[in-house]
């Protein structure tokens, strides 16, 4: 029999509702995992053993009153036993942004104060209340800001397939941690790229709804409604059960109500498909970049694998308007100008934060609503380009995962680096991270559902390779066509 790690979520999933094995057996296990491998991943900040097996005792204790712990022929006729929720017993971690009621939430940043939070976050709540178990929180960047997980508080999550690599960001921690079996799935929040990035970098299946889906997951200022909580996971198949227990309760979605939910979708195939392929990006007017060879090789066998499926694609011309850069970046960075970070201790953010919170302050009420509204045309406008296909494609990442250290100039190490050793060279930072993933933020602007597949391995020795993958991206309420495509292809 396979290790409890080695099941996919939905074979866990069934084996502890039908008691096949127990919560607190699944929780042993995979904390064991984490302490044997945390310390040379970086994935997790903060493990929560203590009130996770508290949890896992309770809800063996429903188990033992459900239906399901007893044949047919001894259940009670005249009582209400309670039902299994759906993801019963289940382990997750949540990235720390997130608020896990009693858990410090560190925004991966040494210059707030470090208190528990007094309750659950949407996110943490709903998966919760579908009966997920939390480990503990993941490493992230400080405040979700980079697409690399590194901070000053904890060392970096690095990538489970070349630790001298990075897990990408912000949801790094947490990607890290599926990819190395520390738990079975884990939701990420993406604002920018958070959860598609570090899918694309760990080799998983990372898929963005649309917005207003699903919670949101952090606490964060977020004026031009860029970031949504989706799932981060092995496999379609896993990815689609978080997906149906994130929506438990926030009203059905299109293709999701009578259905049976995102899971029983599956079985339905996606049908033909116009695919438009695009290389174009909103960035390369003012960061002009060329994909790597390897982000190519994604692409092409991604078109090699959807063509085999049935589907057409053919070349997708895709413009974009030039203010795009300084709109988003003035949109993604005003909740960190507004966060409550006392004066003194200001120097304790890093470099990138402290230059973009400045930059932040010192802008005009006027010059962030002159942002917003050109994002809004911009949506419309990218909308409607993108309207003339069923999915548009293109690679998940433009080059390969980088190496640990890389974005900041900080020097490598086993444990974090102090401030002083990071570089201030903030635009540089900056200008490095959008040449990286120059697909991923003109999707949360557009408010569209996106889902990463990892297509391809690099060469190397035997496993030694890198993952690459390619990101597709649909109209809205299209969550359900992506998982469908991506377990056609066999993800």
């Not at 990138?352 to 045309?377: C, D, H, V, Y």
């Not at 309207?387 to 444990?415: C, E, I, K, N, Y």
Request: charged fraction near 15%; glycine fraction near 12%.
């Amino acid at each position: 029999m396979a290790d409890i790690h080695e099941l996919s979520a939905v074979e866990l999933r069934d084996a502890l509702h039908s008691g096949g094995l127990s919560a607190r057996e699944v929780t042993e296990h995979f904390l064991g995992r984490i302490t044997a491998r945390n310390p040379g991943l970086g994935a997790f900040i903060t493990v929560t053993a203590e009130q996770a097996l508290a949890d896992a005792a309770a809800a063996d204790a429903l188990y033992a009153r459900s239906p399901h712990s007893r044949p047919p022929h001894r259940r009670p006729l005249d009582t209400h036993p309670p039902e299994l929720p759906l993801l019963h017993g289940m382990p997750v971690a949540f990235k720390d942004l997130t608020d896990v009621a009693g858990v410090v939430t560190t925004h991966g940043s040494a210059a707030l104060d470090h208190k528990p939070a007094p309750t659950d976050g949407a996110l943490a709540a709903a998966l919760k209340g579908a009966g997920a178990i939390s480990l503990g929180k993941t490493q992230v960047p400080e405040f979700g800001l980079t697409a690399y997980s590194e901070n000053l508080i904890a060392p970096p999550s690095r990538n489970p397939h070349a630790l001298s690599r990075s897990s990408g960001g912000s949801s790094g921690g947490s990607a890290a941690a599926v990819a190395a079996g520390l738990v079975p799935f884990a939701p990420g929040s993406d604002g920018g790229g958070s959860i598609r990035i570090p899918a694309a970098a760990c080799g998983l299946v990372g898929l963005k709804p649309g917005r207003g889906l699903v919670p949101a997951g952090e606490s964060t200022g977020d004026p031009a409604r860029l970031v949504v909580a989706g799932p981060l996971a092995r496999s379609a198949e896993d990815a689609a059960l978080m997906l149906d227990a994130l929506v438990a309760g926030q009203g059905a979605g299109p293709e999701n109500p009578a259905s049976g939910g995102y899971l029983a979708s599956l079985s339905r195939p996606p049908g033909q498909l116009r695919i438009g392929v695009s290389l174009d990006s909103p960035w390369q007017a003012i960061f002009p970049f060329t994909p790597d060879p390897e982000a190519l090789d994604a692409l092409n066998e991604g078109v090699r694998l959807l063509e085999a499926a049935g589907h057409s694609t053919a070349e997708a011309t895709v413009r974009y308007d030039n203010r795009y850069p300084d709109a988003f970046t003035t949109a993604w960075t005003a909740g960190v100008g507004s966060a409550r970070i006392v004066p003194q201790r200001e120097a304790l953010l890093t470099p990138l934060t402290r230059t973009f919170r400045r930059r932040a302050q010192q802008r005009s009420a006027s010059k962030l609503n002159e942002a917003l509204g050109f994002l809004r045309q911009f949506e419309r406008d990218t909308v409607s380009q993108y309207a003339q296909w069923d999915l548009m494609l293109m690679p998940a990442l433009a080059q390969t995962p980088r190496p640990v250290g890389w974005f900041t100039g900080a020097s490598h190490g086993d444990g974090y680096w102090p401030a002083s050793e990071w570089a201030g060279d903030a635009d540089g930072d900056y200008r490095k991270q959008c040449e990286f993933a120059p697909w991923s933020s003109m999707v949360n602007v557009c408010g569209l559902p996106a889902i990463s597949v990892p297509v391809h391995w690099t060469e190397g020795p035997p496993g030694a390779g890198l993952p690459m993958g390619i990101q597709l991206v649909g109209p809205m309420g299209s969550e359900a066509l992506l998982l469908r495509v991506a377990a056609q292809l066999g993800f």
